[in-house]
Each structure stands twice: as C-alpha cells, then as structure tokens.
C-alpha cells in the first residue's frame, strides 16, 4: 500500500514558476514509476509528466521545455518544476504511482492533488 500526498500548489501570475512535491509513503518507492496528471474544470484527465523506476523521463507536449519531473528515492518524493506558467495549466494536479506486478496487473494509487491557478 503507498499513500500519496501532493503539496506546492497555489496562485501565481502567467510566466511564474511553483514546485510540487508528492511525498509517498509505504515501501519500495524506488520501484515505482511516478506520474503527474491534471485535470481542468470540464477536461479529461491529463498525463502531463512521467518518471520511471530508472529515471527516464517523459512529457507531453504541452508541457515539453516548461515542466521538469525529478525523484528523490531517499525522500520517498517525486518533484514537478513547473516554470513559465500560463492560464491554460489552471488545474488540480495530481500524483500516481504504478508498478507492475505480474501480467497486465498493477498496483495503481493516486494522491487527492493540488491546486494550480495561474491568472493575472
């Protein structure tokens, strides 16, 4: 079992910067791939930002050059920088933890998420 709590959310101007975090709790952590999600008033859910077990790293494209997913295994923590921020990336952002465990089958949690808005 992980637990997941996010934190860093808030209000900032377009073009500023917020770090979340995502602490988790339980064992193994390291084995984990993390994942960043969002999701808009009215929108689908969103795979923003991935980080694997080994540390490979992927984006989608709205976020490429702007977003940054890092991990701190002896923190049990996975970090999304978030720079040059526009209205558009106004919602909860929400942290996901996934490993396979045989296959087709995986352990799959989710934190409760933080708030993002960015407006003038």
């Known amino acids: 079992q992980v637990q997941l709590v996010e934190s860093g959310g808030g209000l900032v101007q377009p073009g500023g910067s917020l770090r979340l975090s995502c602490a988790a709790s339980g064992s193994m952590f390291s084995t984990y791939a993390m994942n960043w999600y969002r999701q808009a008033p009215g929108k689908q859910r969103e795979l923003v930002a991935s980080i694997t077990s080994g540390g490979s790293t992927n984006y989608a494209d709205s976020v490429k050059g702007r977003f940054t997913i890092s991990r701190d295994n002896a923190k049990n923590t996975v970090y999304l920088q978030t720079n040059s921020l526009k209205p558009e990336d106004t919602a909860v952002y929400l942290c996901?933890?996934?490993?396979?465990?045989?296959?087709?089958?995986?352990?799959?949690?989710w934190g409760q998420g933080t708030q993002v808005t960015v407006s003038s």
């Open positions: 996901n933890a996934r490993r396979v465990y045989s296959v087709g089958s995986y352990y799959n949690y």
